[in-house]
């Protein structure tokens, strides 16, 4: 078992809410590790609409997905925020001294005082593309993330798609793979202009092959692949490859939330309107997987919500100490925080 990890406040999720909850927090200097199952910070903002413009952020008239994140990460910064990224959190437990225990499908164990729940639309879970008996290799040999890098070491690696993710993993695992193959149904990719001209440059070079077509079949025993078959403009063909990566885009489900006993309302956390929090003390949800009579899936409730749960967490870890409501802007005790006194 790894060594237990020990916070004031674990968050799950780092979308745009979850992150504004370590500035609140943070205010009132409360410790946050969070847990995600992306491999970056900002959620449906980061995942699903990063170039979109956003209208209704209060004083930025127009802002994109990933500019809203990128100003999020750069506000929480005083406060030392720790990411644990390409971990789902998948228990939730209550301690005898009334604490928790957070625990990650990667087998760590997260001990806080606090927990919040800012898991949006629950977990993200990657679409399986439709290739007959892939199942069996999920795991072994065809993977979604890439968590370790060194699991591709000396492989014949092949990634499967043209957006952000199939390209940046294409470019970083090349290095470290015995070959590597990309494959698009099309010529057109919706990755960053930047990467896609890294990667024909690479093809150029010899450092990735590029195959135009999709994959039809896998050839292997016990779960370890060792050949792919693609239909293309030239009909079908067989490569090696001994680790698949997959990225066909991302759904959306509750995940395993909803084993954690909390009390649901059509599938989000029901909470109070004073403090978010839910039906076990201690454990706040804000954001959009929190449900309350009025509420709007908006990201600035998202905010709202995690200040005032930061009231309420605070007396949780910091029993008996008088909270105070201070302003940012005439508080010197909050500008040392931020570090602009
Ligand atoms: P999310 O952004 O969903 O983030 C939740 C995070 O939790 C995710 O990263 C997920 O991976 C993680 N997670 C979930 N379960 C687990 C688990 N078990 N373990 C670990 N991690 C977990 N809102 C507006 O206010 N204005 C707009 O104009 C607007 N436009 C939108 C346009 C589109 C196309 C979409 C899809 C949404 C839009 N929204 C808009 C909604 C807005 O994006 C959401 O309200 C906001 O993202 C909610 O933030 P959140 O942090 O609560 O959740």
Redesign the pocket.
């Known amino acids: 078992m790894s060594d237990i990890i020990r916070t004031d406040v674990v968050i ?8 504004f909850a370590v500035f609140e927090l943070g205010l009132y200097d409360l410790k946050c590790h969070l ?4 491999d970056r910070p ?4 980061a ?3 990063p170039e ?1 413009p ?4 209060p004083a930025w008239p127009e802002i994109s ?1 990933q500019a809203l994140v990128d100003r999020l990460m750069e506000q929480i910064k005083p406060f030392s925020p720790q990411f644990h990224f390409n ?4 228990r939730l437990e209550r301690q005898a001294d009334g604490g928790f225990h957070v625990e ?1 499908d990667e087998g760590e164990i997260f001990e806080a005082k606090v927990v919040v729940i ?7 879970q990657p679409k399986r593309p439709p290739v007959p008996g892939i199942e069996a290799y999920e795991g072994t040999s065809v993977f979604y993330s890439v968590r370790r890098m060194e699991a591709f070491r000396d492989q014949d690696v092949m990634i499967v798609g043209g957006g952000d993710s199939a390209l940046d993993w294409a470019l970083n695992l090349q290095h470290v793979a015995k070959s590597l193959t990309l494959v698009h149904r099309r010529a057109e990719f919706r990755a960053a202009p930047d990467s896609v001209k890294k990667m024909f440059e690479l093809v150029d070079s010899g450092g990735i092959s590029f195959e135009l077509g999709q994959v039809t079949g896998l050839k292997g025993e016990n779960g370890e692949l060792s050949a792919v078959t693609l239909k293309g403009p030239d009909g079908e063909k067989e490569l090696p490859a001994t680790r698949m990566l997959p990225f066909f885009g991302l759904t ?1 489900k509750l ?3 909803a084993e954690w006993g909390l009390n649901l309302h059509e599938n989000l956390i029901a909470v109070d309107t004073e403090k978010f929090e839910t039906s076990e003390p201690g454990i706040f949800a ?4 929190n449900w309350y009579p009025g509420k709007l ?6 905010f709202h919500e995690a200040a005032l749960m930061t009231q309420a967490a605070k007396r949780i870890v910091s029993p008996g100490e008088r909270v105070v409501f201070q302003y940012t802007t005439s508080s010197t005790s909050l500008q040392k925080k931020l570090g602009v006194q």
């Not at 898991?119 to 993200?124: D, K, L, M």
């Not at 899936?297 to 998202?302: N, P, Q, R």
């Open positions: 799950i999720g780092a979308g745009p809410v979850g992150l847990i995600d199952i992306l900002g959620g449906q903002c995942e699903l609409y979109k956003i209208y209704d952020i997905g971990r789902m959190v998948t990650t800012a898991a949006g639309g629950g977990s993200f959306m995940g395993p939330v804000i954001g959009d997987i899936k908006l990201i600035l409730s998202g």
